[in-house]
Every structure is written in structure tokens, then in C-alpha cells.
């Protein structure tokens, strides 16, 4: 039996379910980083914090779409399961570095303006 339509829903869901999520507390509480930039023009932090979430989720959704073609055929439920395990490791780890990345120039920009 092959087990890749299934593997590939639940890790979507995941996915998905991670994306959004982190996305939108990245969003609420980011806004609060490009205020502190740009302390004159709410309007402008705004849509400078929604391109912001715009790229964060292309980036996201490209990777898991190119992620998926890569997978070897799944025949058993432990292969499935440490597929899905595997690859969602890889996107926390992606998303993890990709915040570390933002902090770090975020406040590297706010120490050279002060």
C-alpha cells in the first residue's frame, strides 16, 4: 500500500496549521519593532508589517511545495510518520532561523539609528 496521498494531507495540515500560526503572531507582534523604526507613520508600519508577512508566508508555502517533491515512496506507517516527523523538524528549523535572521538586522537598524 502506498502511503504518500495520506502523508502528504496530514503533513500540508501541519504545515499549514504551523504557518498560519506563527505567521500571525509574528504579525501582531511585530508590529510593535517597525513602530519603534519608524515612530512617526502608524500607516506606513503597517504595510511595511504586512509585506512583511506576505514574504514570510512565500517563503514558507514555496518551501513546502518544493519540499514534497522530493519524497521517496512511503510503504509502511513508520516511514510515514518519520517522514512527516523529518519534515516538519525542517520547517521549525527554517522558521526559527528565519526569526533569529529578522531579530538580529532589526536590531542592528535600531542601534544604528540611535
Known amino acids: 500500500m502506498n502511503f504518500n496521498l495520506l502523508t ?3 503533513y500540508l495540515l501541519i504545515t499549514a496549521l504551523i504557518i498560519i500560526k506563527v505567521g500571525f503572531i509574528c504579525y501582531k507582534n511585530g508590529n510593535i519593532f517597525v513602530t519603534n523604526l519608524i515612530p ?4 506606513f508600519c503597517t ?4 509585506m512583511l508577512l506576505v514574504g514570510y508566508y512565500l517563503i514558507n508555502i514555496g518551501y513546502v511545495v518544493i519540499s ?3 519524497w521517496k515512496k512511503i510503504n509502511s506507517f513508520l516511514q510515514m510518520v518519520e ?8 520547517i521549525i528549523s527554517i522558521l526559527a532561523l528565519l526569526h533569529y ?5 532589526i536590531t542592528k537598524f535600531i542601534k544604528k539609528i540611535k
Open 8 to 10: 502528504y494531507s496530514i
Open 40 to 43: 512617526n507613520d502608524k500607516e
Open 47 to 50: 504595510r511595511i508589517n504586512k
Open 68 to 70: 514534497l517533491s522530493d
Open 83 to 90: 517522514s512527516i516527523s523529518k519534515h516538519t523538524a525542517i
Open 101 to 105: 535572521f529578522n531579530l538580529f538586522w
